[in-house]
């Protein structure tokens, strides 16, 4: 087996134009469900959404390979999966929520295998606190604004328009595989509040964007895919319910996923919880949380 990391950095990274100056960076992974990196090359700078947690030389890639725009990085939330590879860019303005900042801020204080951090520095850098309506100037009329929205994955999740390339950038919060929704124990995180948020972002945004942008599992998708999970959301608040069996592919039963032993068959059997499908959209929630009144 080669190992990849000895391999010249192009030969590490493909990358895939889904909009003009608009790239989706695959970092190799064998997990098929491993977040992908996404840039947006502007005028005048550059803007990497979320580096992941690619053990692989991404800024390297990105500064040899695809642009030589001074690069800004943002965060769309503090998850570790989208975060543990700050550290590269820690002299470069790195932008996210207040929330995830203190999120990270906490992680931090954590030793390595209870924080996660897989090997990762932690990163020596201080966040640049994005919030509702702020803008991040790319040059070229390229600007990505930040919209208001509720995290019904992660408190602490910023969503990320493109209105130059009506494109949306999602993080966790609108996914392909499966919307988590279900939370922690103590979560506040409804589907009757996911619906609200979804209903929100397409009356007042659902014109600007054609593609959404998550970070696993496909992108781009469909701007429609929106009023599938808008849908999802219905039947599960008419009482329709899920399968028991919350498991995918890419979630549980993927063998590559990073989860301490025992956690796979607890979730799978956690009688709680439920995976609703609908026309391809997928929502894992949990049943003492689907209406904001069961708080
Ligand atoms: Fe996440």
């Known amino acids: 087996m080669i190992d990849v990391a000895t391999l010249p950095v192009n030969k590490q990274f493909t990358r895939r134009l889904i909009k003009p100056d608009t790239w989706i960076i695959n970092c190799y992974d064998p997990n098929l469900a491993a977040p992908h990196p996404h840039l947006l090359v502007g005028g005048e700078r550059a803007l990497l959404i979320d580096p992941t947690w690619t053990k692989l030389p991404l800024r390297r890639y990105i500064e040899e390979c695809v642009t030589d725009k001074p690069l800004l990085v943002a965060n769309t939330h503090s998850h570790l999966d989208h975060t543990n590879a700050n550290w590269m860019f820690n002299d470069l303005p790195i932008y996210m929520s207040e929330i995830a900042w203190q999120e990270l801020q906490a992680r931090r204080q954590l030793s390595d295998e209870e924080g996660r951090w897989q090997g990762h520095p932690k990163g020596d850098y201080t966040a640049r606190i994005l919030k509702p309506g702020d803008k991040l100037d790319l040059g070229g009329g390229r600007v990505v604004e930040i919209l208001p929205y509720e995290g019904s994955h992660s408190a602490g999740s910023l969503l990320y328009l493109d209105r130059a390339q009506r494109v949306l950038f999602t993080g966790d919060e609108i996914e392909c595989g499966q919307m988590l929704v279900s939370g922690r124990p103590g979560s506040t995180n409804t589907v009757e509040k996911l619906l609200r948020n ?21 992108s781009p998708v469909h701007a429609s895919f929106l009023d599938h999970l808008i849908e999802n959301c219905r039947r599960i608040l008419s009482g329709i319910q899920g399968d028991l069996d919350v498991g995918s592919m890419t979630y549980l039963y993927n063998p590559l996923e990073d989860r301490p032993a025992g956690s796979v068959r607890r979730a799978i059997e956690d009688p709680t919880t439920r995976r609703s499908e609908w026309q391809g959209s997928s929502i894992v929630y949990n049943t003492q949380r689907i209406f904001d009144s069961q708080l």
């Open 198 to 218: 979804l209903t929100a972002l397409e009356e007042g945004w659902g014109d600007a964007f054609d593609f959404i942008c998550p970070a696993h599992n496909g």
